[in-house]
């Protein structure tokens, strides 16, 4: 099952504007990571926030978390035509072992018009 | 700049062949993974590694089997392919996290592999 739920499943909105798109997870986590998909592409990493962390910025992004209620958002300011993409969230939690397991959600896309 | 790479981008094969999907890459990251991405679906993790010839079934490994044999390649075998495998393979690497998983590793993925099994 997809530990993280993104939405709006898909966001069409215009350049200048801001797109925001939500996350929301089951199960306690380390950290909760953003990533973009451009189509048929792999995916890059965005912005990680840590489970201790409520707020983060980067560049245009801003990400926010709320642990008592699983979720988190993604805020893209001024969005420009270029932002036309596939958001995953990703979560990471503890294990017994060291390393970590990320599950994804389904995404949300975007399309930004000109 | 490329760190992951996979080593086809498109593959078209026949029910029931052999496949492999090779991923490297250049970072020295421990962790490597392999995730399949359906639409509606997102992506659901098949296999992954944490060291050399270290091995953990994901969500999904029935179909699958994977080799790592060096620290740099990980690779993915389709034993005998079905139609229900077309999908986008993706691979991704991450370092390892340390023991108090005080810190937090980053994926890097490869581009990816559109399989299409007729």
């Known amino acids: 099952s997809q530990q993280g739920e993104e939405d709006p499943q898909a966001l069409s909105i215009q350049e200048g504007e801001n797109a925001t798109m939500n996350c929301s997870y089951k199960?306690?986590?380390?950290?909760l990571q953003w990533y973009r998909q451009n189509s048929g592409r792999g995916l890059v990493h965005l912005i990680l926030?840590?489970?201790?962390?409520r707020e983060k910025h980067s560049g245009r992004l801003r990400v926010t978390l709320d642990t008592s209620k699983k979720s988190s958002s993604l805020l893209i300011t001024a969005s420009r035509a270029a932002d036309t993409a596939s958001y995953f969230c990703?979560?990471?939690?503890?294990?017994?072992?060291?390393?970590?397991?990320?599950?994804f959600g389904a995404g949300t896309q975007v399309v930004v018009t000109p | 700049d490329v760190k992951v790479t996979q080593s086809s981008r498109y593959l078209v094969k026949r029910t029931g062949e052999k496949v492999f999907l090779e991923c490297v890459q250049d970072m020295d990251h421990e962790n490597m993974f392999w995730y399949r991405q359906d639409p509606g679906l997102g992506l659901r993790l098949i296999y992954f590694s944490y060291d050399v010839k270290m091995k953990e079934k994901g969500d999904i490994p029935e179909g699958y089997s994977v080799s790592r044999e060096k620290k740099e390649r990980f690779s993915l075998i389709l034993e005998s392919a079905s139609t229900n495998q077309t999908s986008m393979y993706l691979c991704a690497s991450s370092p390892w996290a340390g023991v108090s998983y005080s810190g937090a590793n980053v994926l890097t993925f490869g581009a990816g592999s559109r399989l299409t099994v007729l």
């Open positions: 990703a979560t990471s939690r503890r294990t017994t072992d060291s390393w970590g397991k990320f599950q």
């Open positions: 926030i840590r489970s201790n962390e």
């Open positions: 199960t306690s986590i380390n950290n």
